[in-house]
């Protein structure tokens, strides 16, 4: 099911608050008055401008996971007018959630975060149009939900999610913005389709219960918000078709030194995924356990992680 194509701006009676003032860019699409005021410090921008911005108000963006991770993402992309936007998540808001998803309000507690989410964009920018899936991420959902968006944001916190969404994105040919937390470090990537995917850095999962998450060791509640603005901005460069991606790159963020690190990865030939023989559909794996691809083996994955010297996030 593809997500229904967002009202663009005047298609239809001009806006009580426009004026005969009018941009058209790229496309035919006329920013009006309002909209060249909300998002002049793009339009003035020559990496942006206006064909920029029609790209971001044409764009479609899912987000999967509307917690520390997806509330900044939430946030500045329907900031910076993204025309669609989806959310994916099956969970509700809880107390301790506050403390770092901060799309969510005190009085959200109880409700579902996709509603909750899309209240908050609905209040920030009506050019953004919102698309909610209560749902988790599963072989029959993804192929329901994923065809026919540009992009989507994995601000997941789980193995199978991740490696479920890094194969059937690499299928339909769709680029991820990654993301990922853990303590006082975070780590992001991007995959584009002609690109290393996720298997090619880490092939396997780390086997259930080795590695703690955040409700087990805690998280600093400003983390998300600095990875899951990078995770933003990977999002609208590819929308912008401007700057270099963290393609074939792993960012690590240290929020107690403060310091930014990258890690260059390249395409496993022997990858099951974006390899020489790759899979052709996702029924052939199994996303529980390691997520392993039936007959491969690799590098297990933390041999890999000792062979970069960095810590495992979540």
């Avoid at 911005?53 to 992309?77: E, H, K, M, W």
């Avoid at 913005?177 to 996720?198: M, N, R, S, W």
């Avoid at 880490?202 to 990875?227: H, Q, R, S």
């Avoid at 390249?266 to 974006?274: E, F, I, L, M, N």
Wanted: proline share 7%; net charge negative; with cysteine.
């Amino acid at each position: 099911m593809s997500p229904p194509s967002a009202p663009r701006p005047n298609d239809g009676a001009e806006s009580p608050s426009s004026s005969d003032e009018h941009t058209e860019a790229a496309g035919g699409l006329s920013l009006d008055s309002t909209q060249l005021d909300r998002y002049s410090r793009h339009i003035i921008m020559d990496e942006v401008g206006p064909d920029g911005q029609a790209r971001l108000l044409n764009a479609d963006v899912l987000i999967v996971g509307a917690g520390g991770l997806g509330s900044p993402v939430i946030q500045y992309l329907a900031a910076a007018g993204v025309g669609t936007i989806g959310i994916v998540d099956d969970d509700v808001v809880e107390r301790s959630n506050l403390q770092r998803q901060v799309v969510h309000r005190d009085e959200d507690v109880g409700n579902s975060k996709v509603e909750s989410a899309a209240q908050f964009i609905t209040n920030l920018n009506p050019d953004s149009t919102v698309m909610t899936y209560q749902n988790r991420i599963d072989k029959q959902s993804i192929r329901d939900i994923v065809p026919g968006y540009d992009i989507v944001v994995d601000a997941s916190d789980n193995f199978p999610t991740r490696y479920l969404l890094n194969d059937f994105c690499r299928l339909q040919g769709i680029p991820i913005a990654h993301g990922a937390i853990y303590k006082f470090e975070g780590q992001v990537t991007t995959l584009v389709p002609d690109g290393p995917c996720y298997r090619c850095l880490f092939p396997e999962a780390p086997e259930p219960g080795t590695v703690p998450d955040c409700a087990a060791t805690g998280v600093l509640g400003v983390l998300p918000g600095t990875v899951g603005c990078l995770q933003a901005t990977e999002v609208i460069k590819i929308i912008l078709d401007t700057g270099d991606p963290l393609t074939g790159k792993l960012g690590f963020y240290d929020a107690l030194e403060a310091s930014f690190e990258h890690i260059s990865y390249q395409s496993d030939p022997t990858c099951p995924v974006c390899g020489e023989t790759p899979i052709q559909s996702i029924e052939t794996v199994e996303y529980a356990e390691g997520c392993g691809v039936s007959e491969w083996t690799s590098m297990s994955f933390f041999d890999l992680l000792c062979s970069i010297s960095v810590g495992f996030l979540i």
